[in-house]
Every structure is written in C-alpha cells, then in structure tokens.
C-alpha cells in the first residue's frame, strides 16, 4: 500500500492489524461462483486464474499473480453471490482483508479513500482493455497480449489455461503459438 499511498505508523499498524496470511493450495478456491466474496486480497506469491462456468465450459478471463489485488469486485462490493471463480494455479500466500476492515481502511487513513480510487481506477482501465479486446482483436493479437502482460506466466500454467484465456482450443494455440514463434526468428 506503501507503494501507492504514503502511510504513517500509526496507518500502518492498521493495516498490519486488518490484513491476514491466508494459504491457498494448488487447486483451492479463493472464492466459487454462488458464494459472496467476503474478503479482497493481496498476492505475495503464486498464481490464481479468474473464470466462469458457461455451459460446464470453463471460460478463463484473467490471472493474478504476484503483488496483484484479487476479489470477485461484483460480489464484494455488494456482499452478493458472484458469477465467477478464483482458483489457485499454484500454491498461493495472500493478505486479506474483510468487506468491513477495507471499509476501516477507507475512512481511517489519510488517504484511503484515495487508495480505493486509484486501486479502482487501474481494475476498470485493465477491464475495459480486456473487454474491447475480446470485440476487436483476433486470437493471435490476444496471445500477444497475453504475452506483453503476462510474460513469465507461459511456463507456469497449462497450455489449455492459455487457450481458453485466449479465445481458442489448445491445438489452435498450438498453431498460434508456431506462426507467432516464427516471426521471432
């Protein structure tokens, strides 16, 4: 939060008082569509992917990974039942905090209202790219994105995670991913 708002000790004491190590194995859930999402988080270490069910299709629409913010914001905020998944990749060590103490944080800190605004303002900026990006980009440029943004994240998940963030089947990947190598060389 440091790193965004400039904090006194006496701010930091609260934080350090309303955020708590939360442990999610390979596979545990975050949060499952139907439940509320009672708790926003803070990645230290590992890799979540963000998902819906459609059809018992699963439909991956984003990642978080390391010193990025996670919650289902649509259920959050509300504190109703979400339509989408977090799910833990690989194991994850996350700082969370609960509906009530981040609206602690809000009006406590000097600056935290200022904290939710700019934490708001880049979630809307990313969503808005993501979603113009799924009307106006072809699956090989959403790949390259996927690639810009997430350039490490290739060799820690599955090739049919990508795939399915992407837009495409796996073999489909796999012939993007040949054309896209090779115009590298």
């Given at each position: 939060?440091?790193?965004?708002?400039?904090?006194?000790?006496?701010?930091?004491?609260?934080?350090g008082q309303v955020f708590q190590p939360l442990h999610l194995s390979k596979g545990d859930?975050?949060?499952?569509?139907?439940?509320?999402?009672?708790?926003?988080?803070?990645?230290?270490?590992?890799?979540?992917?963000?998902?819906?069910?459609?059809?018992?299709?699963?439909?991956?629409?984003?990642?978080?990974?390391?010193?990025?913010?996670?919650?289902?914001?649509?259920?959050?905020?509300?504190?109703?039942?979400?339509?989408?998944?977090?799910?833990?990749?690989?194991?994850?060590?996350?700082?969370?905090?609960?509906?009530?103490?981040?609206?602690?944080?809000?009006?406590?800190?000097?600056?935290?209202?200022?904290?939710?605004?700019?934490?708001?303002?880049?979630?809307?900026?990313?969503?808005?790219?993501?979603?113009?990006?799924?009307?106006?980009?072809?699956?090989?440029?959403?790949?390259?994105?996927?690639?810009?943004?997430?350039?490490?994240?290739?060799?820690?998940?599955?090739?049919?995670?990508?795939?399915?963030?992407?837009?495409?089947?796996?073999?489909?990947?796999?012939?993007?991913?040949?054309?896209?190598?090779?115009?590298?060389?």
């Amino acid at each position: 939060m440091q790193q965004i708002i400039p904090l006194n000790d006496a701010e930091a004491r609260v934080i350090g008082q309303v955020f708590q190590p939360l442990h999610l194995s390979k596979g545990d859930y975050f949060v499952q569509q139907g439940q509320v999402c009672r708790q926003a988080g803070f990645i230290n270490q590992g890799l979540l992917r963000y998902y819906i069910n459609r059809d018992g299709e699963e439909k991956i629409y984003d990642f978080g990974k390391e010193n990025d913010f996670t919650c289902d914001y649509q259920s959050f905020l509300p504190q109703q039942p979400c339509q989408r998944t977090i799910q833990a990749v690989e194991d994850t060590d996350l700082l969370v905090v609960s509906h009530a103490d981040l609206q602690r944080i809000f009006t406590e800190l000097t600056h935290g209202e200022r904290f939710g605004r700019l934490v708001a303002e880049q979630l809307f900026v990313s969503t808005i790219g993501k979603v113009t990006s799924l009307y106006t980009d072809s699956p090989e440029e959403r790949y390259q994105t996927f690639m810009h943004q997430y350039p490490t994240l290739q060799t820690r998940l599955p090739q049919y995670f990508v795939a399915s963030y992407v837009g495409v089947k796996p073999q489909s990947l796999s012939r993007i991913r040949a054309r896209w190598a090779g115009k590298l060389y």
